[in-house]
């Protein structure tokens, strides 16, 4: 998903609610530079868009383009998906046929999952991969032994188990008391 700052989302959410989606006019408190600015990482983002203006339908200009001509800003489908509207949610042109609507959602579906961070690896020789080397044994491997190996503290290792390694991999780490030896943490094998 498109990280938005507060005012580039109060900018969308403008839009999503005036007829076109057009984004103008823009919030008092954004003038000169800091509006440039602004409008251009949305432009960069996909989540605005330059479409020439219709001055007999009295829309107002973000630039000239020195021909006689303006254009205005408005939101994407991209922006409002950013905002957590869907494109058929919003006040939109008329649109000719109905199958827009239904092809639409198929990218911000595929978008979700290559937006999932459990798709990353750890790279080769970090202490990370040792972490997992231990866990993955079949024997599993203590705190104190993985404090052994990594030279990490006991908060440091219950932490990288629970948040590298559970939520951003997505690895299932089990634990269980084992006689002799205390709580033994593993990866379950899938």
Same mark, same amino acid.
């Given at each position: ?14 839009a ?12 008092e408190?954004?003038?000169g ?5 602004v ?21 107002? *200009? ?22 957590g ?15 827009a ?24 020789g ?6 997992i080397?231990?866990l993955?044994a079949?024997? !599993?491997?203590?705190?104190e032994? *993985? ?5 990490w ?9 629970? !948040? ?8 299932e ?8 030896? !205390? ?8």
């Amino acid at each position: 998903m498109t990280k938005l700052s507060d005012t580039q989302a109060l900018i969308l959410s403008a839009a999503a609610q005036r007829p076109e989606r057009i984004a103008l006019p823009l919030p008092e408190s954004l003038r000169g530079g800091a509006a440039a600015k602004v409008v251009g990482a949305m432009l960069a983002k996909g989540c605005l868009e330059e479409v020439d203006a219709d001055l007999r339908k009295g829309e107002l *200009i973000w630039r000239e383009t020195g021909d006689g001509h303006g254009v205005t800003l408005v939101a994407t489908d991209a922006g409002l998906a950013a905002i957590g509207i869907k494109p058929e949610d919003a006040n939109t042109a008329p649109a000719g046929a109905t199958d827009a609507p239904t092809e639409e959602p198929a990218p911000n579906t595929a978008a979700e999952p290559a937006a999932a961070p459990k798709a990353r690896t750890p790279r080769e020789g970090t202490k990370q991969a040792t972490l997992i080397a231990m866990l993955r044994a079949p024997d !599993g491997a203590t705190i104190e032994e *993985i404090m052994a190996a990594t030279d990490w503290q006991s908060h440091t290792v219950r932490g990288a188990m629970a !948040g590298a390694l559970k939520k951003k991999l997505g690895l299932e780490v089990t634990s269980e008391k084992v006689e002799g030896r !205390g709580r033994v943490y593993s990866i379950s094998q899938s």
